[in-house]
Structure formats: C-alpha cells, structure tokens
C-alpha cells in the first residue's frame, strides 16, 4: 500500500501498489478509502461548452497570472454584453417625441412616395400621370404617419388602423390635391400656352432619357425632344440658323441637324409613350438662332387637348416645357414652344418664348391643391383615432404644413412666380426634396398644432418616458389593452383597463377602473385634474399639461354672476 495524492481534487488516499504510481481516486470516481479520511472536495465550476455542459474542479495550485489579465475571462466562458443605456435611452426618447417621430415618418414617406412614383412614372407630362404621381406621394406619407405612433408604442392594433386609415385618406388626398393644381393649370392655360416648367439644369428628365435610349437616338451638341402619352400623331418640326426646317417630310438638313426618332406617323405604328427627336451632333450645330415648333398632325382616337413636353439641350443647358394642343384648332395646328441661339461657347441666350399662362393664377392653384393635399393627410390621423378633435387639430396641421412644404417644393423645383426658373439642380432632384419636404412639414405641423390645441398627458418614467398623449376624446380609457385609448404595456404593475380620463364640464376627471391612482401625496378614486398634476398609475408617473387651465363649472359660474 502507497499514499498518493489526486492531482484533480486534493485528496489523499491509499492504494495497492500494483495499481501502479497513477491510481483512480475513489472520490472521484465515486468509491471512498476507509484508510484516510477525505479532504474536503472544492466546488464544482460550470465552463460553458458550445457543445456540452463540461463540469471541472479548479486545479488545487494557483494558477500564475500575467500582469493585466485578472479580469480577463477564461477562454470559452460566458461573456455578460454591458448593456449601452444611454443609447437605448436616445432611441426611446427619439420614438416617444410625437414632433420628431411625425417628421420622420413624412420625411420617408416623401421619399418612398417620390421613388415608387419614379419607378412608376418618371416625369409626369400628362393630367393623369400628374394625378397618379400625387396618389402614390400622398400614399406613402400618409402610411407611414399612420403606422408610426402604433409602432412606437407597440400598439399591432393602432398600428394596423393607421395603416388602411392612412392609405385610404393619402390617395384621396393625392388626387384632390393634385387634381386641384392641375385643373388650375387648365382653367388658367388654354389650349395653345406653352409653360417653362422648371429650372435649367444639364441633363434630359429621366423620363426623356428613357425613351431616347428605347429608340436608339444619338447624343448632340443640341438636342430637341418632344414626349406625349397618348396615340395621336404629334409632329417635331426644329428651323436652324439657315432656315431650313426640319420636320417628318424633311428629316435632314444641310446644316447636320437629323430628326432621328419619330413616332405615331400617320397613325400607323402606335406607341403609348411616343417621343420625337432631333439632334446635331457634337462641333456640328452652326451658331444662331433656332426655332421649336409642335405640331398636331393627326388625332388617333384619344381625346384632345393632348398634353405635352418638349426639352431642349443647347450645349450643356436643357430647359423644360409644356403644352397642351388640340386637333384643328389653331391655324396650321403648329405651336410656337422656344426660340434660342446657339453659340460655340454653348450659352443659351432665350429670345422669345411663347405666351405663358398666368403665373400667379397656376402658383396660388398649385398651393391650394398641397394644402387640401396636406388636410387629408392629417384628417387620417383623426380617422385612426376615432377622434373628431383630432380630425379638426390634424387637418388644420395637415393644411399649414401642405401650404409651408408646397411653397418650398416649388421654390426647389425652380418654380417661381411668372414662370421664371431657377436652379441647377436635375429635375429629378427637385422633385424629391420637394416630396420630402412636403412629407416632413406635413407630419411636423400636425404635431405642432394638436400640442397648440388639446390638452395633454406627458409619461415622466418607464419605457415610454417623453412620450405625449393627446386627450383629444371625451373619454380616454387607460391601461395595458392595446384596444384602449392610452396604451401603456411597458408597466406589469398597471392593469388592464386601469383608469379613465373623461372631459366633463370643461375639466379633466380622471377616475379608477380597477387600478389605484395618486395624484401627489393622496389616492383619490376620482379627482378633477389642474395644470401640472402628478399622476401615478402603478409604477409609471404622468403629468397633466393643459395649456390654460380649465375653470370648474362653479368657478364659471361665479364668475358670470360676478358681471
């Protein structure tokens, strides 16, 4: 018999010697010498295994230690991630801020609308796709201001009703709206006026772009494009420096000027989105004065007036207009659009366009159809609170912040009073920022305004600590249901339907339905509320905010008797 020593737990025990010099330790393996007494085993330690749960005893010498490392966790145990409050803080605060959450949402609900409609359209030449456009923009605004506050606060059921809500009233919004603008245009621009729509810039609309490339038609030093939407034959016809005119019956001209692309001829060969095109090629265009005419060769079966646009590059400068034209009724049926010389430094020098339509008249009809745009956007926020207040504070926000981002929208669309343009943004370009900045001041005003107009509870702690409630129904329920008027999940100490605020006699009363309120210091069941109160529903502390406090029908009373 031999003493030895087990390496694993410290335990001394003795053992044959024919076991040899590394014998199994009984209290490891289960079994106990009767010679020696056991010392007593160190604890066991849990290693996290990808695998398996592997259990181990720490070895009975310290382990030596490398200066730096002894806090450093053993290779393969469990790490605890210290959670970054501070940002979950900012992303909390962010989302419970109506302003800033409303101006998000319109601001990428301005710009899903703009690239849907993109995608769809590109730029809109005709009344329809005008009006197309302002449905998919209003649309996407409206949605997204729908489903935001339901999102934020984890509410499926308000989230979803602000979504139908909110699709239903953008699209409604975007043909009112779009409508109204469009039919100003029309009642103010008869048939026959040519509009510059937008600002200079140095490259063909995508539109335009996209229909030169279908074709095959070449690049130049000038190019002259005319698009339409409908079967009728529309005619190009371009006079150069020389006099020669270009046009269907004579496509080349001395001077290297070529009618490329020409489409819809004589009703034959029929496209839904046509385009003619006449360029000269790069050094190749002579210096002096050119004239753009259209032309209404032949009506196909669409109705007229038919809708135009016409783009002109001279050198790295393109303009934009656009026209209406009707079959037989102007002499010829040919339509004066630009008259501009060309020089070898390639700056456009505009001599005499045609007669443009009147330009306050198409300004103030444009911005009444985004304010109408805007009331309908903010009337969804009433519909998906059930709220006739909040149909009256949102429309009245939606209006202001459609009036605020129209004008902006024209201003960076190069659009201005008279017609005169501005700018060297692209199209394109202008007609994003002018969508989002539509979305973003639509979603802000209506925060703003309700703020102005209703009164308010402000959450002070918990999970939605900044978040406002507007109190914008005679009855607001109270608790974790997300079916209730205020939903407030974040806090398991508050029940389901747990207080009721009712707007009675021109005063707040908040009231218990199954959960204890303080109000300060007391526990009241029932308690008319007052500027500043202090509500504490469970855990979760509210402020009552009114901006001017509400007179209790004697205080009223009293003071009428006193007059």
Sequence with gaps: MADHTCPECGHIFSAPDWLGSSPKCPQCTGGASAATPAKTPKPLTTVNNPATEVFKRPSAQPQPTVSGEADRPAPGAAVAIEDNSGVKRLMARFSNDARLRSLTAGLLGGFLGWVVAEMLVGSPTTFESTVF???????????????????????????????????????????IGAGIGQATYRATSPPGTVTRSSGSGSFFSPEVARRIAREGGEAGEIEIALIWQNHNDLDLHVVDPSGVEIFYGNRQSPSGGWLDIDQNAGCSVRVNKPIEHVRWKQANAPDGRYSVYVKHYANCGPSDPTSFQVEIKNGQHVEQFEGRITFGADLGNKQLINTFTHSDVSLPVRENAAEQGSGIAVFAGVLFGWICFGAAVGCAQGFARKSILTLRNAAIGGAVGGAIGGLLLLIVSGIQLGGAGGGSHTIWLGRMLGFVIVGGSIGLFIVVVERALSATLVVRNGQYEGREIFLDKKEMRIGRNDALEVYLGGDPSIVSHHATIRYEGGAHIISSDGGAIQLGASTPTSCRLKDGDLITLGSTQLEYKCKKAMPSPEERKNVANNR
């Design 133 to 175: 456009v302002g449905v998919v923009v209003g649309v996407g605004i409206a949605t997204l201001l729908g489903v935001a506050e339901g999102a934020a606060i984890g509410s499926l059921a308000l989230a979803r009703r602000g979504l139908a809500i909110g699709a239903c009233m953008g699209a409604v919004g975007g043909l």
